[in-house]
C-alpha cells in the first residue's frame, strides 16, 4: 500500500529557517511533489526531486533520499505570507499523485 | 503548464438536493482529469479519475451512484454530488496533468467548497 507521513503542524518565527520532514512508503515510485496551499486555495506547484540531493529554487528547497524514503522541503527566510499548508505526494507508477496528510505552518513575527 | 477553471466556487444547498461542478481544461485537450475532495485541516483525498468518452475510475469507499462524474469533452468534466447531505460539505478540486514541463505534475482548478444544510 502507500504510506506519506508529514507532521501535522509547525510553528516558526519570521526570517528563520524550517525543515518540513515527509516520509514515503510507495511502490512504484517515480518522484516527489510539494506542494503549497492556502487556506481555502488550490495546492500550488513548488518542487519536484526525481534523483537524490537537494534541489535549490530560490528561498525554497527540497531534498530526496530515494534509498531512505526520505524528503523534506526547506524554506528559509521565512516571511509571514509563508503560513500555508505544505504537502508532499508521491508520484507512482500509472502517474498518480498519492497525497500526504500535509503540515500547517504557521509563520509568527 | 495548463489552465484549470472550476466552478462554482462556492455553493451553499439543502440537504436532498444535487449539486454540479465544472472542470474546465482551459489551454490544452485533457483526457484525463482527477477529482479530490478535502475535508477541513487534512489533505486531499483522490475521489476518482475521469476519462474522456468512458467511465470513470473510482477509489475505493467513493460511492460512484452518489457522486456522478461526466467527462464528455477534451475540456470539460463535471462532478455531480447526488442527493447532497450535510458529510458531503467538503473543497472539491479538480486537476489535470501537464504534457510538458515536470512529469506527472498536477494542476488545480480553484476548488469548489460546498456547504449542505
Known amino acids: 500500500g502507500q504510506n506519506i507521513d508529514q507532521p501535522t503542524e509547525m510553528t516558526a518565527t519570521e526570517g528563520a529557517i524550517v525543515q518540513i520532514n515527509c516520509t514515503y512508503q510507495t511502490s512504484g515510485f517515480n518522484g516527489l511533489f510539494w506542494y503549497q496551499q492556502h487556506a481555502g486555495e488550490a495546492p500550488t506547484f513548488l518542487s519536484y526531486n526525481v534523483l537524490d540531493g537537494l534541489e535549490e529554487k530560490g528561498r525554497f528547497s527540497s531534498f530526496l533520499s530515494r534509498s531512505k524514503g526520505y524528503s523534506y522541503l526547506l524554506l528559509k527566510e521565512l516571511q509571514m505570507k509563508d503560513s500555508a499548508s505544505y504537502l508532499c505526494?508521491?508520484?507512482?507508477?500509472?502517474?498518480?499523485?498519492?497525497f500526504g496528510g500535509g503540515t500547517r505552518l504557521m509563520v509568527k513575527p | 503548464g495548463a489552465v484549470v477553471s472550476q466552478h462554482p466556487s462556492w455553493v451553499i444547498c439543502k440537504s436532498g438536493t444535487s449539486v454540479k461542478i465544472e472542470c474546465r481544461s482551459l489551454d490544452f485537450q485533457a483526457t484525463t482529469m482527477f477529482w479530490y475532495r478535502q475535508f477541513p485541516k487534512q489533505s486531499l483525498m483522490l475521489m476518482a479519475t475521469?476519462?474522456?468518452?468512458?467511465?470513470?475510475?473510482?477509489e475505493q469507499g467513493v460511492e460512484k451512484d452518489k457522486f456522478l462524474i461526466n467527462h464528455a469533452s477534451l475540456t470539460l468534466s463535471t462532478l455531480t454530488v447526488t442527493s447532497a447531505h450535510p458529510e458531503d460539505s467538503s473543497f472539491y478540486i479538480c486537476s489535470v496533468q501537464g504534457i510538458a514541463g515536470v512529469t506527472g505534475e498536477l494542476f488545480f482548478g480553484e476548488g469548489s467548497r460546498l456547504t449542505v444544510l
Open positions: 505526494a508521491a508520484h507512482n507508477a500509472g502517474n498518480m499523485l498519492t
Open positions: 475521469s476519462n474522456e468518452g468512458s467511465k470513470a475510475t473510482y
